[in-house]
């Protein structure tokens, strides 16, 4: 168990570019989460999958926002036409069906 | 809606004191609730998973209680130590079967040697 990993951990794009994310859940874990947290707010949730079907998402994922999770393994979070209100911390979590989350360390987004 | 609340924004302690940091939830109708602690900069590490079903859980120093007809969770840390210090987020999960974590806006634990 090497626990979720995301890459990059940080990330600095001028507004307007495309940047792309990536998480590598827990090998066992058919769940896979995207959150989002700003600085002094609890993780808002975007999406998640159950192997490689999107099951859900938030209202917050607009159509410049992309999850995908091909093969049920490890999943992309892209953002289109990056504005500065999309900077925030990008958290992906694993588990298995309603069982504990296990986050990765996050990918920080700075839109400039 | 589901909102989730945590009193207080922030908590200093002395070191060896116990304390208790307090959630509250809107709706009562859910799968599970989970404590994480959050270090600057970082992800989260979950602490405790209390199903519903479950009136509390327990590991080392922490005990978590749920109290879902009140809507109301308790993370108890027993002698604390400064490397306790942290935010501390607690979520609500599975409402209406969906999988979405509801998260408060978290308690920021300093423990003073």
């Known amino acids: 168990d090497t626990g979720v990993s995301q890459d990059p951990r940080h990330k600095i794009t001028k507004r307007g570019q495309n940047v792309t994310f990536r998480c590598d859940p827990i090998s066992e874990h058919n769940r896979l989460y995207w959150y989002r947290q700003t600085l002094g707010q609890g993780p808002e949730f975007l999406t998640y999958?159950?192997?490689?079907?999107?099951?859900?998402k938030s209202r917050l994922l607009s159509d410049r926002f992309s999850a995908e999770r091909p093969k049920g393994s490890f999943s992309t979070l892209e953002i289109q036409r990056t504005e500065q209100g999309d900077s925030a911390m990008y958290l992906c979590a694993s588990s298995l069906e309603f069982e504990k989350l296990f986050f990765g360390s996050g990918t920080q987004l700075s839109v400039l | 809606k589901q909102e989730v609340t945590q009193i207080p924004a922030a908590l200093s302690v002395p070191e060896g004191e116990n304390l208790v940091l307090n959630c509250s939830f809107t709706?009562?109708?859910?799968?599970?609730l989970q404590w994480f602690r959050q270090d600057p900069g970082k992800g989260l590490t979950s602490l405790l998973l209390?199903?519903?079903?479950?009136r509390e859980q327990t590991s080392g120093r922490l005990n978590a209680s749920l109290d879902k007809s009140s809507g109301r969770s308790t993370l108890y840390i027993a002698a604390s130590q400064p490397g306790d210090s942290a935010t501390y987020l607690c979520a609500v999960g599975g409402q209406g079967g969906s999988e979405k974590l509801v998260f408060g806006k978290g308690t920021k634990l300093t423990v003073n040697p």
């Open positions: 209390i199903q519903s079903s479950q």
């Open positions: 999958f159950q192997n490689e079907a999107q099951l859900e």
């Open positions: 709706d009562s109708a859910i799968y599970n």
